[in-house]
């Protein structure tokens, strides 16, 4: 009974571990993508404001309120437009980091600024990516 406990712990902690480091990864070969080509977040999105507004001492939940949001328009996008969803098992995994940050920054924002401040920045990042894509998607659609 003990084994299987230390099991399944062990097992959970790998699995914390390998999420965090795939989105690490993930989010730091997008951002390199994304300035590589000049990418520019979509202007009707608030995304790229309130990365900038992270940078200051700003209250954290206007910010959180505005990337809420954008997350909401881009979830109505995906399930409304044509053509537009996240295939990739890469997308999907950026849209769970955003909800577990989402999660952190309810649980830590009281208790450590500093720490939701970073979740606030990491689900800004995320965003700005997805937001990318579909926008790309949908040029791509226009062009065709």
């Known amino acids: 009974m003990l084994a299987s406990i230390l099991i399944i712990g062990f097992s959970l902690a790998l699995f ?3 999420f ?3 989105c690490i ?3 730091r070969n997008q951002q390199e993508l994304a300035e590589s080509s000049h990418a520019i977040v979509d202007s009707r999105f608030r ?14 939940d206007p910010l959180h309120a505005s990337l809420q949001r954008d997350y909401q328009v881009l979830t109505y996008l ?8 996240l295939e990739a098992f890469e997308d999907r995994l950026l849209v769970i980091d955003y909800k577990v940050m989402q999660c952190w920054y ?4 009281t208790a450590a600024p500093d720490q ?10 995320v965003l ?4 990318g894509k579909i926008d790309q998607r949908a040029g791509l659609h226009t062009e065709a």
């Open 16 to 18: 914390a571990y390998w």
């Open 20 to 22: 965090r480091y795939s």
């Open 25 to 27: 990864l993930l989010l």
């Open 47 to 60: 995304v790229g404001e309130v990365q900038q507004r992270l940078q200051t001492a700003e209250p954290l």
């Open 78 to 85: 995906l399930e409304h437009a044509a053509g537009l969803e």
């Open 106 to 109: 309810r649980l830590i924002k």
């Open 116 to 125: 939701a401040r970073e979740a606030l920045k990491e689900m800004a990042v």
């Open 128 to 131: 700005g990516i997805l937001v």
